[in-house]
């Protein structure tokens, strides 16, 4: 496996494709996840990520899938980490054990508070917040560090200024990439690159895609990211209230729509929410044309 580490992707030439995974919660699970990237690797994405639950809550799942990822599956890997309700000591100890397993690649996240708390709480002996984890990764050159970015603007910050303003942060704190929430309309990613650019943030922006596999799942992530279905998607989706396998096919025809747009307006790359899930991923990227992935 050739190394791709975050900062030498997004170059220019073909597209950089990563697939977004999520710890299962059975043995059965995990052998289904890596069929999906099994299957998936045939995409030659540049990586898979794997994210790490509420307030730390996945920890050692994460850890070991990100192990088994890149060392037995033998394909590159992104470990998303967070501070949210870990200690300093807790922090450093997950890059210390990423390291020890090979792996490069952050996305660093501060988290959400955990469910039924609406602010978030910094631990006692924690890190405070997404930049102090930059840094902290930073420190070590071994690491190459991704951070989130938020099309439609976070929902706790104060508004648009303030969020680029934030996002400026964590650039300069050492991330070289940003991967977005999802989002349904391109106007609100091209909207957002344009704020991003007139900052003086010059990293690559690689779009978040969700292709959609079912409407109550869709209606719940993007309540729970602030992400707006828009009026013509939503019409749509009432033709599948009852219908997964109809919405999973407009979910493929809308995401290969995005990604077209996001192509020809000039993105780096693209970064799928497979949801452990392969069929939808593959056929939005057979449609590109991008299935040969890199050399
Ligand atoms: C690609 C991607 C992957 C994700 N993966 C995971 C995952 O694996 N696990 C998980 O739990 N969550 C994940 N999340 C969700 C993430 O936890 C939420 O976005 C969370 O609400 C904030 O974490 P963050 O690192 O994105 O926040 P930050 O970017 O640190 O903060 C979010 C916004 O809040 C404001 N803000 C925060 N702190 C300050 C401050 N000190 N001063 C001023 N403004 C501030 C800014 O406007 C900032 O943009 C992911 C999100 C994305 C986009």
Known sequence: MAAMRLDRLYQGGAPDISIELFPPKTPEGVEGLFQTVEQLKRLKPAFFSMTYGAAGSTRDATLALCDRLKNQAGVETTCHLTVVGQSKAEVRENLAQLKRRGIYNVLALRGDPPAGDPTFKPHPDGFQTSVELIREARRDPWFAVAVSGFPEVHQEARDRAA????????????????????FFDNAYFLEF???????????????????????????????????????AVARELANYEQDD?????????????QCEGLLAAGVPGLHFYALNRPRSVEAVVQNLGLDKGRP
């Open 163 to 182: 969020d680029i303003a934030y996002l400026k942060d964590k650039i300069a704190a050492g991330a070289c990439v940003i991967l977005t929430q999802l």
């Open 193 to 231: 690159l344009d704020h991003v650019r007139r900052a003086g943030i010059t990293a690559p922006v690689v779009p978040g895609i969700l292709p959609i596999l079912s409407v109550t799942q869709v209606r719940r992530f993007a309540a729970l990211c602030g992400a707006t279905i828009p009026p």
């Open 245 to 257: 396998a109809g919405a999973a096919r407009y979910g493929i025809e809308l995401a290969t729509r």
